[in-house]
Nanobody, 123 residues
């Protein structure tokens, strides 16, 4: 069973930066495709970015492209999301997700989920 734990959220002013981390345990990290999703109050869980098993390919959504960067450190078994030039509309709970077999932009592509970390961007 894979466990995921996010950290690094907080309150930041518009234009600021945060780096989210997601530590994995309970499985072989390199066997996992990984992703970040976010969910604002009253809205659906939206895809942010994903990264392949070895880290060679990344995919991101239009609304974060050029501002957010997903990466992974397979030695540390940790997934990251560097978020720059944050905007109030980025306010949400951010979740990391993992799956051994699938990668995609749909939440149901991923079997394992963390509990989430709150990111709040003030204007």
């Amino acid at each position: 069973q894979v466990q995921l734990e996010e950290s690094g959220g907080g309150l930041v002013q518009a234009g600021g930066s945060l780096r989210l981390s997601c530590a994995a345990s309970g499985g072989t990290f390199t066997s996992l495709a990984l992703a970040w999703f976010r969910q604002a109050p009253g809205k659906e869980r939206d895809f942010v970015a994903s990264i392949t098993w070895g880290g060679g390919d990344t995919f991101d959504s239009d609304y974060v492209r050029g501002r957010f960067t997903i990466s992974r450190d397979n030695d540390k078994k940790t997934l990251y999301l560097q978020m720059n030039n944050l905007k109030p509309e980025d306010t949400a709970v951010y979740y990391c997700a993992a799956d051994r077999m699938r990668i995609g932009k749909q939440a149901d592509s991923y079997e394992y989920w963390g509990q989430g970390t709150q990111v709040t961007v003030s204007s």
